[in-house]
Every structure is written in structure tokens, then in C-alpha cells.
């Protein structure tokens, strides 16, 4: 089972993201959201996802520095980055 994190301020974007990952591959991954920075981070912790797909442009803390500290402390992790 996949742990997988959709990051990005947009509800439509996340919205339209689950839908997919969840019509392809129903009961292979656990899909979880976060839309900003910082609780991107927090979830990052918390649920431990093995992929995470990340906007650039969030409120607070963007994606970039998201990711520098979410891979401080997990160096598995694999990083999808996606921005208009």
C-alpha cells in the first residue's frame, strides 16, 4: 500500500488528482492532501508517504523549502513537482 500526498492551494487541483490515482489504482494507495507549506510538512510526518505531489506556489512556506525540509527528515521520499 502506497502512502500518497497531493500538495497544492487549489481544491480542484487536489480534487482532480484523488480521482485519478483513485479510479487507477483503487485499493494500492492511500491518498491524503495538504494546502500549504506548512501542513504539507506536518502531514509529511505524520503520514509518512512514500510519494508526494507538490505544487511550487502555495501560501507560507512554498514548495520548494517544503520539500528541503520534508527531505531533511525523510530521504526516501519521492517528490512529483507540478506548477502552472
Known amino acids: 500500500m502506497y502512502q500518497i500526498l ?3 492551494d487549489e481544491g480542484i487541483v487536489i480534487d482532480a488528482l484523488r480521482f485519478i490515482i483513485e479510479r487507477n489504482f483503487k485499493d494500492e494507495c492511500v491518498v491524503n492532501h495538504a494546502m500549504t507549506g506548512r501542513s ?5 510526518e505524520k503520514c509518512k508517504p512514500d510519494i508526494i505531489i507538490m505544487d511550487i506556489q502555495m501560501p507560507g512556506i512554498n514548495g520548494i523549502e517544503a520539500m ?3 527531505r531533511k527528515r525523510d530521504s526516501s521520499v519521492i517528490f512529483i513537482v507540478m506548477t502552472a
Open 68 to 70: 528541503k525540509e520534508i
Open 6 to 8: 497531493l500538495a497544492d
Open 40 to 44: 504539507v510538512i506536518e502531514l509529511a
